[in-house]
């Protein structure tokens, strides 16, 4: 597994490489970053463009689970592109589609986030690992005993 590198950064994106729904990141501290990886690796990403000419192509990302966020960007070090609250996720769900027979979706209230694995096992490793993560965020039960957190 590569080592993730803690430093103060600035997210840059062309604008038609940035996803409509993506929290920009921007001018973070040291001390923001200082969390702990849960997990890192390389996933495929569906590009979450949505106006007329975006594209919605898969591309490879290096993915970075702390405490508090899931990043990803191009490479291992470099800025991310783009990052999603652990608190913000709704649900994680199991997909598969032809091509994407490792796949699962990471549900938003802004966007549904797709992401490919290399294989079943590393699949359920980053649901696991995303559930976990989510867990840690869940609102308490109502008195019905429902949770507004969904696992599939």
Not at 112 to 118: A, D, G, N, P, R
Not at 120 to 147: I, N
Request: aromatic share 10%; proline share 3%; with cysteine.
């Amino acid at each position: 597994m590569e080592e993730e590198t803690h430093m103060p950064f600035t997210a840059t994106k062309d604008e038609d490489e940035r996803d409509d729904d993506d929290e920009v990141l921007a001018n973070e501290t040291a001390e923001d970053l200082q969390v702990s990886v849960q997990r890192s690796g390389w996933l495929k990403k569906k590009g979450g463009g949505l106006s007329t000419f975006s594209r919605r192509n898969w591309k490879s990302r290096w993915f970075v689970l702390s405490e508090r966020r899931l990043t990803y960007s191009e490479m291992v070090g470099t800025e991310p592109l783009g990052a999603i609250n652990v608190e913000d996720i709704e649900a994680i769900e199991e997909v598969a589609s032809k091509g994407a027979e490792f796949g699962f979706a990471i549900h938003t209230p802004k966007r549904t986030y797709w992401c490919v694995s290399s294989s079943e096992d590393d699949r359920k490793q980053w649901v696991l690992s995303l559930r976990k993560a989510r867990a840690a965020f869940a609102r308490p039960l109502d008195e019905g005993g429902k949770s507004d957190f969904m696992v599939y």
